[in-house]
């Protein structure tokens, strides 16, 4: 069965302190990676979306890639206002709905 | 452009109990998708709408739930005779199918549902 999974389940940081989040999928013909970020008690925001094996994208603190098996959030000097659950997906089922990791519950820490 | 709005942002109710929520999408977005997550789990996929048609269920749409787009702008997602393990976040989200790459679904705030 095609999956997702997030290391770690959570992350506690300090200010400053660059660390890497990994999302890794079984899924065959990915149809394209999406990372978002979860406040609590929110809907997720939309961070990256990835289509191809060596791609980056970069936003702030943040830096998205992806190889042929896995994808990495790197956060770089994060800050206590990137404390949040981030959240990978990819695209699942005839019609496009997401199929999503567990989630990594990061804690940044002044 | 002000995104994506639920409604109501918090709902308690009694077993048993009938419940609607609402979900506006982004205006110029034809596709709507609702999902449910529970505590510490990612969101999961309960149903999909292009434009008014729905086109696709998720196995966990038991026969109490029904979701409506009657003329593909908002939807509504009812929940009949509601147990307690119905109670979760119920997300809605939006997109704009894009030329050639997989479109972006964006988020509403979600309806936190508690069943007693």
């Known amino acids: 069965e095609d999956q997702v999974t997030q290391s770690p389940e959570a992350l506690r940081l300090q200010e400053g302190e660059s660390s890497s989040l990994n999302c890794s999928y079984t899924v065959s013909g990915l149809r394209g990676l999406f990372w978002y970020r979860q406040d609590p008690g929110k809907g997720p925001e939309f961070l990256f979306t990835l289509y191809s094996a060596g791609e980056e994208k970069e936003k702030e603190r943040l830096k998205a890639t992806l190889t042929k098996k896995e994808s990495f959030l790197h956060i770089t000097a994060p800050k206590p206002e990137d404390s949040a659950t981030y959240l990978c997906a990819y695209y699942g089922g005839s019609q496009g709905n997401l199929i999503f990791g567990k989630g990594t519950k990061l804690s940044v820490k002044p | 452009d002000t995104g994506v709005s639920q409604d109501p942002r918090h709902k308690i109710t009694k077993r048993g109990q009938n419940v609607t929520f609402r979900c506006d999408p982004i205006?110029?977005?034809?596709?709507l998708y609702w999902y449910r997550q529970t505590l510490g789990q990612g969101p999961e996929f309960l149903t999909y709408f292009q434009n008014e048609a729905q086109l696709e269920k998720s196995r966990l749409l038991s026969d109490r739930f029904s979701a409506e787009r009657p003329k593909g702008s908002f939807s509504t997602l009812e929940i009949q005779r509601t147990e307690q393990g119905d109670s979760a976040m119920y997300l809605c989200?939006?997109?704009?199918?894009?030329?050639?790459?997989?479109?972006?679904?964006?988020f509403g705030p979600g309806t936190r549902l508690l069943v007693l």
């Open positions: 205006s110029e977005h034809n596709r």
């Open positions: 989200a939006s997109s704009w199918p894009g030329q050639g790459a997989q479109e972006t679904q964006y």
